[in-house]
């Protein structure tokens, strides 16, 4: 049957009565059984006490249609990293009967609220964390324990706690450092990773030289091993290894950022001196290994010879320990133990000990065997009754053994109880509740912890049935009569109980002032109370509540004291029950009160001794008797006053119902049963029902049950078939009206067991749980008991041992083995007995599936090639077992290759695969992967096949330096096939196609020969080759052609393959062809496409770099020079380019120049070129408006100005739109005409409109003016709105109206007419009245007679029509009239309402307000005003509505509505991003679909007139953009790219402005600098380092000026280049030869900087070739110590000898003081005029002699022309104009060349020396020369004093700023020295502002001429950075700093020219506007030098104070 839940039935007022055992508060209590469980008398008319106890014994358990506990379906993460840059969700989800709750809760317990913008809490069960700035973190928020809470009415639980970890992204650097390791030793390369990063960071592999990969690897590669840690072991260290670097690449856990490290570590490897001992490296203490997976624990000693390492596991006890022997999962790695697929037996003490011939060493470490924590809860849900008894068992596992702990509903339950009926036993594995309760019912969760794991299971525990217990109860009152009062109890059981109230054990009195009610809460209580208004003295009492259900019942007692006189209230007829005792308490009333007797028959009781009458009134009769007992009663009571009341009550007796008792007697199924209840003793009428279980039995013929009533007094129940169902408690229910009985007995049917879950058998996987369950049925209860047989065979089962805790037999008969060891395979037999037959039992199997395991796993296999491999791989393991075979993630079959054959072999526990590669070839070398598979698990063993043949190919084959003649080239030594190389053959060929040795030349070379320096033929005799790198140079080459070179290896075995190829091209000369084919095509009214091809090819004369596009205007006055444009192009391409900026329909000429890296070629021949048609940019000029008529306006303008028309003007575009319009939205019309004046027709009369005008062209539509105002003429207004009269007095009305609804000008007057109605009709008459009067007063009037009013309006145009017509008739009655009118009225939030309700009436009218029907509540907001108007002050947007002005008198009523609109600004439009660009972002906005911005508006407050755009950069403050009603797209640029910016947008209207659209986060395109590889980025020679810094990428954001840093070997860093130009070239010069230098980089854009570090090698000068950048350890070393020895032998002094006379200071200094002297007296005016230097020749001496202290050096030589010398030309010459010097001397010699001059020259057809292509500055300095005399000295070089510019710049070690000033006070700045000079030079703005190709041209002249070079040996104290550039600024060094070291020389390529001013007027006069020198600071050198005089160091004195520290820029 379906079940139903309970169902009390009530008995409204005529329920149970209820006798009150409680005392009167006076009087002391009588204690005597509840009057609730006894039998006592009660009123007869109502049900008995025993039908409501069977009303609610046979409902039914609402608990099984009741709530169900909450259980998570997601549980949040034990743990939540995240970065501020992202933010984080975190989720919690949990379902349930009714929906838990889901809340977050902070680590105390208390919610977790939403904070704005940091931590949002939603609804959905989320906990948002939005991204934030650093600023904003806070630890109370983003370093927080959270927990989620789910909670319904059935419990609660809470999940883990979750720890939240906020990290604020900061900028890091990883780096790698040196590992110092003895030869043949373990060496440790470590990540290091600062430590506020290093948790959220993982090293998931390490780089090789840049391109090899090394990743986590058990095995390794026999040479490297990555352990999951992060380290590198680098094995058996040799000194090969030495020459490779390795950084580690990281990923960042909560960014997804991979990096590499910063610097790259290298492995150094020292050979030690001896013997040493083992040492370790560092101690570990500990190692962690996850079960299941693979575990290393390391171990690396230094020591020499090499340590041998054995290893050791301590066993129980401190001196124990075995060996740890190597297998399959235990094997050695460089010392380190590899264990293989680590279980929990692995734990324990490890023991390495190094030992080597010096001694040993040992170092403990600690394996600790991690598992996850598992937990299962048994049973999951589980229902008792109350009182009965429950149990969880908690079933956990992991390792190591978690820790466990209980929760009830979220609380903690504490070990062995907290005062609760719950217990938890053992080691929190078990909880009991021994009886439970209400409160134990609900949520329990077990929770298990380890060190870093934590689980949980939810169980819930719920109550079936369960006494009532009263929640919350009514308290004792004494009151005066009068007041209100309210009863209440809360009552909760299962089934959900009923509440009774009675009255002194009567029913509550049934009359209006008592209210009862009753109602059930979702969690189940019932609540119930008794209201009882103005209680009176008779309501005196002891009230009683009785909460029953069919368990039991509670019930609650307090008296209601009421003063007043004492009274009895009216008692209903007692029905007592025979035999039982009789409780009656007297229902009096009144306070206070003496005594109550009771009296029967006249006779005061008690009589006998079976009556009892208690001080409280209570009457007891024990055991009553139907004959001496019944008859009527009456009781007194009276107070101390003598006042008294009686009462009487009649008393019946009933005798109960007494059944025979009966029994079943115990069945078998089959078996038939009929048992009789007999009612052997009761009073009529009896009712006999049946009930099994507690509910209702009828007969049911399907199940054989026949229910017969057999006469009156019994009834007989049939059982014809007895089975399983039948089982249970019969009870039979006699009732009568005294009372319910009942019988109940067992009906017990045996049953032998049967299976609910019959067992099976099973497989598990090793080391995992299992449960093997077995759950049978029967009565009684089967027992259930499991056993095992050992061996394989099902015999001899035996008891299971569960003594290790791992087998565990649950209450349900599930056998759970928590970790299945091998051992636990096997039969096992479940048995179930109840004694009831033979029971039940099964055998089932349990399988331990073994994971697949390899014997052996790493080998290497050798072949030549061309031969058979075959590799065996076998695996042992269980069934079925496939084995496949890998090789870089790619499996390889049978059909993967003809060469391939897999033969395969499976045995019992073992399979076998053998894998053969048929005639092997060098790529089948490598690594194979044999994997074993089953469906338990797998397992992997590496194969290396190693495959002898001829060498690979060279890599990184580098063309190290190109001469005119020769090319230097570099190569990585390739693979050499497993056979050494023993020759290398280099072949090139000028022929681009592919390079072979047919088409070649070629020449060989000894790979192991030594590097001579002499050269014959194409290639050197000798090469070097170090290991790693090789290198040879070729020589005897073509200049300016390109060859290409490919390299091979040869072996014993043949040459192998030939290298990719490498182009060196020589020394370029610039173009000698223009560009062809060169269009200039119109893109746009704004831009010229232009196109060319390249120049023929045998002009090219190098690579092609790009194009100069010269462009012009053609026409008008703007003609004049090309201004040009570089343009990029790929080699051997022409070019396509758009010029932009243009000018609309303008002509144009294009020109354009080929360039390559020497220089510009010869312009190309002039096209001309149009740009289309635009729109114009500028609106028509001088817009009338007037009108015509009240209906149409002209308008007259002039065409825009002709420079911005920008095409024919075709036409005009006039807008306009009405500006009165308020009702909506501003609708707009365009008119289009060609001519300058219109007229628009149509229009509205007296209206303002708004006009527009713009021009078009065939482009499309230009510029809209500013909007001018237009208003219409006047017309005759339109009738009065509205008339109404009425009678303000007998005989007096009053007439009223409303203005004009279109007023079409402005009122001057209204005219009223008036007519009385007689007989017939006369004139009217008429009256005037003022534009500001709307009423007006007529009277006296007729009785009796009719009058007719109405009204018009005029103007100054005239008269408009009239209203209709009214009329009145006088009487003398003044009904009730409103004079007003209502309307519309649309006003502004916030503004002043008036409604206006003037009225009439006699008597004087009643006036209400309403607002929407309901009465408006006036305020000092919302007043009413004395004439009946309403006031409404700041109305708000609630205000809007139907506001009707009610007025009524005797006589009428009337009413007016007037409507008031409240307009509010617009809504906020929803903004949406369409593009993002690297600077603009563009915006578009809406309303949603189908949304304008008129049903936006309709809402607010009119149209919407405009929008306001603010943006902001993060950080920075907000701008905003104005924007037009029109405009729904907006586009906003010149953003910094790369940067996050913030927008929203808001709409106004007439009101103001609207609600902001929410922020949006846009983030403009562009990334930070990407930096090339040292091989782009850099060429080196032997003194110098070129920098590209073209090869940088920006990222799509432009880059800053560049930060050059250079670090000599050994040294501080230094700053090379401060502020370098991104794209372009330079060169560090003057740097030491053969060692290395680190260059840094620092780049930076708005998107980030990128710094990067570069080692970079100087070729060698000693060897006389060239070294390469990346030296082996052995090759530096050599060159480092042959310079060393060089250096020894030139610093001896040489013999002396004999100088040349001016190298004499005697001579020079006097002949030079001389010579100046004159300069200074004699020229200083022609100079300044001519701007020239004039200095006569130094005598030379024809042979001179080399000088006795310096060793100079020539690296380059001069060439001389009799005709001149070109040299570069000073800005502002003509392009091509050749500059020439007149016949002067060129120096030759060192004595010649000043210390700091710049030279060039023009180039010959000689060979050069490897230089840098384009400018060098040289430095010569001799250590006898002073400055006065290098002064004298520089006067032999020809005039190229205003030509030559050069740059002088002192480095500091740290950079200085351009332009500084030094501390000298004479000096001025560059600004004031400038006008000073009145120099027609370029400002450096405007130079700047030159156009690129001009600069170019510049660049060619300079470009055409080699330099000189010489080098400084010995004393370089006043050597100057030298910057040889147009582009120059000065640095004012102060004295201290003019006295460092030599720095270097900086000379920067195609770079833009500026022309600088000179520093001093007085350098021109004296000639040193051709170089800058310097004077060493404070005391002179020449104080202390014996070969100088006093006159001449004076001489020196002064003029070093008269130039003080000239400088030229």
Same mark, same amino acid.
């Given at each position: ?6 169902? @009390? ?23 005597m ?81 939403s904070?704005?913008?940091t931590? !949002? ?34 419990? #609660? ?78 094995? /058996?260290?040799n ?39 083992? #040492?370790? /490296? ?23 010879p ?24 235990? $094997?050695?790695?460089g ?32 394996l ?58 053992? /080691?929190?594995?078990?909880?009991? %509740?021994t ?10 969760q ?38 209100d ?22 029913? @509550? ?29 008779e ?6 509540c ?6 039991g ?18 008692? =209903?007829?007692?029905?007592? %029950? ?5 409780y009656?308490?007297?229902p ?12 029967k028959?006249g ?32 009781c ?7 006042h ?33 209840c ?46 399983l169902?039948?089982?249970g ?13 009942s ?12 299976w ?9 996987i ?10 049978a ?40 083995? #928590? ?26 199997? &349990?399988?331990? /599936?073994a ?40 499996? @390889? ?40 598979s ?13 495959v ?37 053959? %280099? ?8 390079v072979?040795e047919?088409?070649?030349e ?8 030594s ?13 070097s ?11 005897? &080459? ?29 020394d ?13 095509? =119109?893109?746009?009214e ?18 092609i ?12 006055a ?26 609309? $329909? ?15 070629? =010869?312009?190309?021949?002039e096209v ?9 940019t ?16 002209? !308008? ?57 005008v ?18 219409t ?12 009269v ?12 409303s ?12 005219q009223?007419?008036? #007519? ?7 004139d ?17 009037l ?5 009058y007719?009013f ?20 006088p ?24 409604l ?27 007043r ?18 139907n ?6 008198? %005797? ?13 509010v600004?617009?809504?906020?439009p929803?903004?949406?991003? @369409? ?22 508006a ?16 993060e ?6 953009v ?121 780049a ?24 390469p ?15 060393a ?11 002396p ?11 020079s ?16 005016v ?30 380059s ?17 003509p ?19 000043y ?20 400018f060098?500055?040289f ?49 001025r ?7 000073s ?17 001009s600069?170019?041209l ?13 080098? !400084? ?35 920067k ?12 007027s ?5 000639g ?14 020449? &104080?202390?030098?014996e ?23």
């Amino acid at each position: 049957m379906a079940r139903r839940p309970p169902r @009390l039935r009530g008995t409204g007022r005529s329920g149970l009565q209820r006798i009150s055992l409680r005392e009167r508060p006076t009087e002391p209590a009588v204690k005597m059984p509840p009057p609730w469980i006894l039998h006592r008398g009660r009123p007869a008319t109502t049900l008995t006490l025993g039908l409501a106890f069977v009303s609610c014994f046979v409902g039914v358990s609402s608990y099984l249609t009741e709530s169900r506990g909450p259980r998570f379906t997601l549980e949040p993460p034990p743990l939540v990293l995240f970065s501020n840059a992202t933010g984080a969700r975190v989720d919690c989800a949990a379902e349930g009967t009714p929906p838990p709750r889901v809340e977050w809760l902070l680590a105390d317990g208390s919610p977790a609220p939403s904070v704005p913008s940091t931590r !949002l809490a939603l609804g959905n069960g989320t906990l948002l964390f939005p991204p934030f700035r650093g600023e904003a973190f806070r630890p109370d928020v983003h370093t927080a324990t959270y927990r989620c809470s789910a909670a319904n009415t059935a419990g #609660r639980i809470i999940s883990l706690d979750v720890q939240v970890r906020a990290v604020v992204l900061q900028h890091y650097e990883i780096s790698v450092y040196d590992a110092h390791v003895v030869l043949g030793n373990t060496a440790v390369l470590r990540c290091n990773i600062p430590s506020f990063v290093k948790d959220y960071m993982a090293v998931t592999s390490w780089l090789q030289d840049n391109h090899f990969n090394i990743y986590p690897s058990i095995e390794g590669d026999q040479k490297h091993l990555m352990l999951p840690s992060g380290d590198l072991y680098v094995l /058996n260290a040799n000194p090969s290894d030495g020459y490779s670097s390795y950084r580690c690449r990281t990923l960042h856990k909560l960014t997804g950022i991979t990096q590499e490290s910063s610097t790259a570590g290298k492995v150094v490897v020292t050979e030690p001196k001896g013997v040493l001992p083992p #040492r370790f /490296n560092e101690k570990s203490s500990a190692v962690i290994g996850r079960r299941g997976e693979d575990a290393v624990i390391p171990c690396t000693a230094q020591g020499h010879p090499t340590p041998s390492y054995l290893w050791f596991r301590k066993l129980e006890g401190i001196f124990r320990q075995e060996t740890v022997t190597e297998n399959e999962r235990r $094997f050695l790695l460089g010392g380190s133990l590899v264990l293989r697929n680590v279980q929990a037996e692995d734990a324990g003490f490890y023991v390495c000990s190094a030992n080597n011939s010096g001694g040993s060493a040992s170092l403990e470490v600690q394996l600790r065997v991690l598992a996850p924590v598992g937990v299962h809860l048994q049973p999951s849900s589980l229902l008792v009754d109350s009182g009965q008894s429950a149990e969880f068992i908690c079933v956990a596992t992991g390792l190591p053994p978690p820790e466990t702990w209980w929760l009830k509903d979220g609380q903690r339950i504490r070990l062995g109880g907290d005062g609760t009926s719950a217990t938890v036993t053992g /080691n929190g594995e078990r909880i009991v %509740v021994t009886s439970a309760q209400r409160e134990d019912q609900g949520m329990y969760q077990c929770v298990a912890q380890s060190e870093n794991d934590m689980a949980q299971s939810t169980a819930e525990l719920r109550l079936g049935a369960s006494k009532p217990q009263l929640l919350y109860k009514f308290i004792q009152q004494t009151l005066q009569p009068g007041p209100d009062v309210s009863l209440k109890c809360i009552a909760t059981g299962q089934p959900t109980p009923q509440i009774q109230w009675t009255l002194d054990g009567f029913p @509550l009195p049934q009359n209006e002032r008592f209210m009862i009610g009753q109602y059930a809460t979702v969690s189940g209580d019932v609540i119930s109370h008794v209201n009882i208004s103005k209680v009176s003295v008779e309501d005196g009492g002891n009230y009683a509540c009785a909460a029953i259900n069919r368990v039991g019942i509670t019930f609650h007692t307090a008296p209601l004291h009421v003063y007043g006189l004492p009274m009895v209230r009216k008692m =209903p007829p007692i029905s007592a %029950v025979a035999g039982e005792p009789l409780y009656v308490t007297c229902p009096a009333a009144g306070f206070p009160i003496a005594g109550i007797n009771w009296e029967k028959d006249g006779r005061i009781l008690p009589v006998n001794h079976r009556q009892t009458v208690h001080p409280n009134g209570t009457l007891v009769v024990m055991n009553v008797q139907q004959r001496d007992d019944r008859g009527t009663y009456s009781c007194t009571v009276k107070n101390r006053q003598g006042h008294s009341d009686r009462g009487t009550v009649e008393i019946t007796v009933t005798v109960p119902p007494e059944i025979t008792p009966f029994h079943f007697q115990e069945l078998t199924e089959g078996a038939r049963v009929q048992v009789q209840c007999i009612v052997q003793r009761g009073d009529l009428p009896l009712n006999i029902t049946w009930m099994k279980n507690y509910e209702p039995l009828v007969t049911d013929h399907n199940n054989h049950i026949h229910i017969t009533d057999f006469n009156t007094y019994s009834s007989i129940l049939t059982i014809g078939s007895v089975s399983l169902y039948h089982r249970g408690n019969y009870t039979c229910l006699a009732r009568n009206p005294a009372r319910s009985v009942s019988h109940t007995s067992q009906l017990k049917i045996s049953v032998p067991p049967e299976w609910l879950t019959e067992p099976k058998d099973t497989s598990a996987i090793a080391g995992h749980p299992v449960g093997l369950h077995c759950q049978a049925d029967g009565f009684p209860a089967p027992r259930t008991t499991w056993r095992k047989a050992p061996g394989k065979h099902p015999a001899h089962f035996a008891p299971i041992n569960s003594r290790d805790g791992l087998v565990t037999v649950l209450s349900n008969g599930t056998l759970l083995i #928590r970790s299945v060891l091998e051992e636990h395979e096997g039969y096992y037999l479940c048995e179930a007995n109840n004694g009831i037959g033979a029971g039940l039992s099964a055998v089932v199997f &349990l399988t331990v /599936n073994a994971l697949p395991r390899f014997v052996t796993s790493l080998r290497k296999e050798t072949v030549r090639k061309g031969s058979t491999a075959s590799f065996l791989c076998e695996a042992s393991g269980d069934q079925p077992m496939q084995i496949v075979w890998k090789r870089d993630g790619i499996r @390889l079959t049978s059909e993967s290759s003809h060469r391939y054959h897999i033969k395969e072999n499976a045995l019992e526990a073992s399979a076998f695969s053998q894998f053969l590669i048929r005639h092997v070839t060098s790529d089948d070398s490598g690594k194979y992967l044999c994997i074993a598979s089953n469906p338990f698990g797998k397992d992997e063993t590496v194969v290396e096949l190693m495959v002898q043949d001829v060498p690979e190919a060279p890599t990184d084959v580098r063309v190290m330096e190109s001469r005119s003649r020769s090319v230097k080239l570099s190569w990585t030594e390739p693979d050499e096939g497993n056979s050494p190389i023993l020759q290398y053959t %280099v072949v090139y060929t000028t022929d681009p196609g592919p390079v072979t040795e047919i088409n070649s030349e070629r020449q060989t070379y000894d790979a192991t020969s030594s590097y001579a320096s002499e050269w014959a033929g194409g290639v050197q005799q000798g090469g070097s080759s170090t290991k790693g790198r090789s290198f040879a140079e070729v020589t005897k &080459l073509r200049p300016s052609t390109t060859y290409y070179f490919r390299v091979a290896g040869v072996n014993q075995l043949g040459r192998g393959s030939l290298s990719g190829v490498v182009s060196g091209t020589t020394d370029p000369e610039a173009p000698s062809g223009p560009p062809r084919s060169l269009t200039a095509l =119109p893109m746009g009214e704004r831009a010229l496409r232009v196109t060319w091809l390249p120049p023929d090819e045998e002009h090219w004369n190098g690579a092609i770099l790009g194009y100069y596009l010269g462009l012009m205007q053609a026409s008008g006055a703007a003609e004049g020079r090309f201004n040009y444009t570089t343009v990029k192009a790929a080699e051997g391409r022409g070019g396509d380019w758009i010029l932009r900026g243009l000018k609309s $329909f303008t002509k144009y000429k294009v020109t354009a120049q080929a360039f390559n890296s020497a220089g510009a070629g =010869p312009s190309s021949e002039e096209v001309t070129a149009m740009t289309l048609e635009g729109v114009p940019t500028a609106p028509p000029q001088d817009i009338k408006c007037q009108p015509l008529t009240s209906q149409s306006i002209q !308008l007259v303008w002039q065409s825009p100005p002709i420079g911005q028309q920008n095409g024919n003007i075709k036409g005009y575009k006039v807008n306009y739109e009405s500006t009165d319009d308020t009702s909506g939205y501003m609708e707009s019309e365009v008119k289009e005409t060609s001519e300058h004046l219109t007229s628009i027709h149509g229009l509205q009369k007296y209206a303002n409109y708004s006009v527009r005008v713009a021009a078009f062209t065939g482009a499309g539509i230009g510029t809209y003016s500013e909007p001018i105002s237009c208003l219409t003429a006047e017309d005759v207004p339109g009738p009065p709105s509205n008339i109404r009269v009425a009678l303000s007095a007998p005989y007096t009305a009053i007439v009223s109206w409303s203005p004009p609804e279109e007023a079409h000008g402005v009122l001057i007057r209204y005219q009223l007419y008036e #007519r009385e109605v007689r007989r017939g009709s006369g004139d009217p008459t008429r009256r005037s009245f003022l534009a500001t009067q709307t009423q007006a007063t007529i009277g006296p009037l007729r009785e009796h007679s009719s009058y007719e009013f109405w009204v018009t309006a005029a103007t100054r145009i005239g008269e408009g029509p009239s209203t209709k017509v009214v009329s009145i008739s006088p009487n003398s009655r003044v009904p009730a009239s409103i004079l007003s009118f209502g309307k519309l009225h649309a006003l502004p939030w916030r503004s002043n309402a008036l409604l206006a309700c003037q009225f009439v009436g006699i008597p004087r009218p009643e006036l209400h307000w309403t607002h929407d029907l309901s009465p408006v509540s006036f305020s000092q907001r919302m007043r009413l005003m004395d004439n009946g108007s309403l006031s409404i002050h700041e109305i708000q947007k609630q205000d809007h509505g139907n506001y009707t002005c009610h007025v009524k008198n %005797v006589h009428n009523t009337e009413r007016i509505v007037h409507i008031v609109k409240v307009l509010v600004p617009p809504p906020a439009p929803r903004l949406e991003v @369409l593009s993002i660009g690297s600077h603009n972002v563009t915006l578009q906005w809406g309303w949603g679909p189908g949304v304008g911005a008129a049903e936006a508006a309709a809402d607010a407050g009119g149209p919407i007139i405009g929008y306001v755009l603010s943006y902001k950069r993060e950080l920075g403050d907000w701008k905003e953009v104005r924007l037009g009603r029109r405009d729904m797209r907006h586009t906003l640029t010149d953003l910094p790219c790369g940067t996050l910016h913030f927008v929203h947008i808001a709409a106004f209207n007439r009101v103001g402005m609207g609600d902001s659209s929410p922020a949006t986060a846009v983030h403009t395109r562009g990334e930070r600098p990407t930096a090339p590889s040292g091989t782009d980025a850099f060429k080196a020679n032997s003194h110098s380092i070129t920098v590209h810094l073209s090869k940088w990428k920006d990222g799509d954001c432009p880059m800053r000026p560049v930060l050059v840093e250079k670090q000599p070997e050994g040294k501080g860093w230094v700053t090379a280049i401060a502020e370098a130009t991104p794209g372009d070239t330079y060169t560090l010069f003057g740097l030491e030869s053969g060692t290395l230098h680190n260059v840094r980089i620092t780049a930076q854009n708005n998107k980030g900087t990128t710094v990067s570090t570069y080692k970079i090698y100087t070729q060698s000068l000693t060897e006389g070739a060239s070294t390469p950048l990346d030296l082996s350890l052995e090759t530096r070393k050599e060159l480092e110590k042959k310079l060393a020895e060089k250096a020894v032998v030139e610093g001896k002094n040489p013999e002396p000898s004999q100088p040349p006379f001016y190298a004499d200071l005697r001579v020079s200094v006097p002949t030079g003081v001389s010579l100046l002297a004159v300069a200074l007296t004699l020229t200083t005016v022609v100079i300044c005029l001519k701007k020239k230097s004039t200095a006569p020749s130094i005598s030379e001496d024809p042979n001179p002699a080399p000088s006795t202290d310096v060793k100079v050096q020539y690296y380059s030589a001069l060439a001389r022309d009799q005709q001149g010398m070109e040299i570069p030309r000073p800005p502002g010459s003509p392009p091509h104009a050749p500059v020439t010097c007149g016949q002067g001397h060129i120096p030759e010699y060192g004595e010649d060349i000043y210390p700091y001059a710049t030279f060039q020259v023009q180039k010959t057809n000689e060979p050069q020396q490897p230089t840098p292509r384009g400018f060098q500055t040289f430095v010569y300095q001799d250590s006898r020369m002073m400055p006065g005399e290098a002064m004298a000295a520089r006067e032999g070089v020809c005039g190229m004093a205003p030509q030559v510019e050069t740059t002088q710049r002192v480095s500091h070690g740290r950079s200085r700023s351009l332009g500084k000033v030094g501390p000298n006070k004479g000096l001025r700045s560059d600004s004031e020295e400038y006008d000073s000079l009145g120099s027609d030079s370029d400002t450096e703005h405007a130079a700047s502002s030159r156009t690129e190709s001009s600069n170019q041209l510049e660049d060619n002249l300079r470009d055409k001429n080699s330099s000189f070079h010489s080098y !400084l040996h010995g004393n370089n104290r006043h050597s100057h950075l030298m910057k040889v550039s147009e582009s120059s600024s000065t640095m004012e060094p102060s004295f201290q700093d003019r006295r460092l070291n030599t720095n270097h020389i900086i000379r920067k390529h195609n770079s833009t020219w500026k022309r600088q001013p000179f520093v001093h007027s007085r350098a021109r006069q004296i000639g040193t506007d051709e170089t800058a020198f310097t004077f060493p600071s404070k005391v002179p050198r020449c &104080l202390g030098e014996e070969r100088i005089s006093r006159a001449e160091c004076d001489f020196y004195l002064q003029y070093r104070n008269l130039h003080e520290h000239v400088v030229l820029r």
